[in-house]
């Protein structure tokens, strides 16, 4: 007897949420605005029933095409939770020997006095991304997970201490909540 390998998973769809589909190209709609995703995959099929998304793959041959239904199921839950909630990450501007000043200027994240540099650093901030600074605390909020996440990415990588003791100088600007 042959075996069944198709592999089917489900995404619902909670109301107020929208979901069209151009070829590979899904987009969601919600309160918070639009989120567009291509899925290129000629193996999987991508359909959008009655208040679910179903991605199934009728004939599973290796290990990659059922973790990559896995994968666009999160990419899927993480599109309905951005424009339904949002992303906001929490950083904290630490220092102990020269004080810190952040600021935004247009896309630009300007890191000025680390370490008493004469120079500022800088940090790309992604389009749709929004980086609110009060006092030490940063706050860099979005819809789409993968942008907020890349931005805070941005800001910590910009703050790494070159050159000395790491144990000693540890000023920088740093992650403390994701969500």
Known sequence: MAKNNATKEEVQIPSGI????????????GAKGTLAKDFPNPTLTITIGKGVVEIHCPHVVHKSEKALIGTYKAHLRNMIK???????????????????K??????????????????PRKAQILPGVKVDV??????????DIEKVGQTAANIERATKVRNRDIRVFQDGVYTVTRG
Do not use: C, W
């Not at 009060?134 to 819809?143: Q, R, W």
């Open 18 to 29: 929208t979901i069209t589909q151009t070829g590979t190209v899904l987009e969601a709609k």
């Open 82 to 100: 951005g424009v339904t909630t949002g992303y906001q990450y929490t950083m904290k501007t630490v220092f102990s020997h020269f004080p810190i």
């Open 134 to 143: 009060k006092g030490d605390a940063v706050t860099v909020s979005g819809m």
């Open 102 to 119: 952040t600021s935004v200027e247009g896309d630009q994240f300007v890191i000025q006095n680390f370490l008493g540099e004469r120079f």
